[in-house]
């Protein structure tokens, strides 16, 4: 990727590309839709104003792009240009104009547990291959999981690297990630590893399935209290249906210890998600359920994005010495 370090107006971004419209907000700053001016080509470009990031986080940003800037995998966005300007950090990314998963299933004729696997299996390819790398991402959520276009042939990518990191065998320790998808460890403040990723895959599997989340309270404080005991339920009726083969993959995932988590190695070779044998049955309550959570989302948007270090670490702390 190419990295240019912005010292004139000739060398800014304004230069070679024309904004055309704001297409998204992210965990740090906004994204648009653009046309390089030489070749006519379309790209979405996410820019953050420096003057609103800490110093942590101005690093976080290049280190966002060196991650990026390594993963080359059909099933995470990629990232072509970063410009380093005094006032303005923009990273050129391929544009992905399909939109959400969670909006184009429910578009689907037909949606069914086997078309739910096929949705999700990519993703995991693409978390096994960054942890092959070394690298966690930290925020896995539907949000983050957009399709290239509209097509038949869009293919559904990773994107928003904000809070992922370069791993090695040392624990991590920052606590972050989005409320509804974050793992218990984080929230333990015990030190953590790759295998958060794995918890954020059982929470959106589990979401596909029924159209709810299998954790789910009124305050951040509440949820978080829920999700340290692992305490989910199967809730009748919406889960009669759902093959014994789907449950056994989601308590895989979210079991609380993260050593006895399934990886994302295990989970390709799951017989859910390699998907041979599942159910083909339409699932009409399902997609209509997923639409319901799909507008609370986008209404609940701002109390459920990405929080970094410092917010969840204080309501993490204010609980503990609450109790
Ligand atoms: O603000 P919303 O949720 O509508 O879809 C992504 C999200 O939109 C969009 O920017 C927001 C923050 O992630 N987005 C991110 N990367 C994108 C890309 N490469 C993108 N939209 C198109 N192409």
């Not at 990727?1 to 907000?25: C, D």
């Not at 950090?89 to 578009?107: A, N």
């Not at 276009?149 to 990518?157: A, C, E, Q, R, T």
């Not at 799909?294 to 010495?321: E, P, W």
Request: charged share 25%; net charge negative; glycine share 6%.
């Amino acid at each position: 990727m190419a990295y240019h370090r912005v010292e004139t107006k000739e060398q800014s971004m304004r230069n070679f590309y024309t904004l055309i419209e704001q297409i998204g907000e992210g965990t740090f700053g906004k994204v648009f839709r653009a046309v390089n001016k030489a070749t006519g080509q379309e790209y979405a470009i996410k820019s953050i104003d420096k003057q609103t990031l800490s110093q942590d986080e101005v690093n976080s940003m290049h280190l966002e792009v060196e991650i990026i800037s390594q993963v080359d995998h059909p099933n995470i966005v990629r990232a072509y240009e970063f410009f380093d300007e005094p006032k303005t950090l923009h990273v050129i990314m391929e544009i992905m104009l399909g939109g959400e998963v969670f909006e184009r299933i429910v578009e689907k004729d037909h949606y069914s547990e086997q078309e739910a696997a096929w949705t999700i299996r990519p993703v995991i390819d693409a978390i096994k291959y960054c942890h092959d790398m070394g690298i966690v991402h930290r925020d896995i959520k539907p949000e983050n999981l957009l399709y290239s276009s509209f097509d038949m042939d869009g293919i559904v990518k990773i994107t928003d690297f904000g809070l992922a990191r370069f791993y090695d065998d040392d624990l991590m320790t920052t606590a972050c990630g989005t409320p509804s998808y974050v793992a218990p460890e984080i929230l333990q403040g015990r030190g953590y590893g790759l295998e958060v990723d794995y918890w954020s895959i059982g929470v959106i599997v589990y979401t596909m399935l029924c159209g709810f989340l299998p954790f789910n309270e009124d305050t951040n404080e509440a949820l978080f209290e829920v999700i340290k005991t692992g305490k989910y339920e199967f809730t009748s009726p919406y889960w009669d249906n759902i093959s014994e083969s789907a449950k056994d993959l989601i308590r895989k995932c979210l079991k609380v210890n993260p050593k006895e988590r399934c990886t994302a190695k295990q989970m390709m070779n799951h017989p859910w998600i390699v998907g041979t044998n599942n159910p083909q049955i339409n699932m009409p309550d399902v997609a209509n359920k997923i639409r319901e959570y799909n507008v609370r989302r986008k209404f609940k948007k701002y109390g459920n994005t990405a929080i970094a270090s410092n917010r969840l670490m204080s309501i993490i702390i204010s609980k503990r010495n609450q109790g």
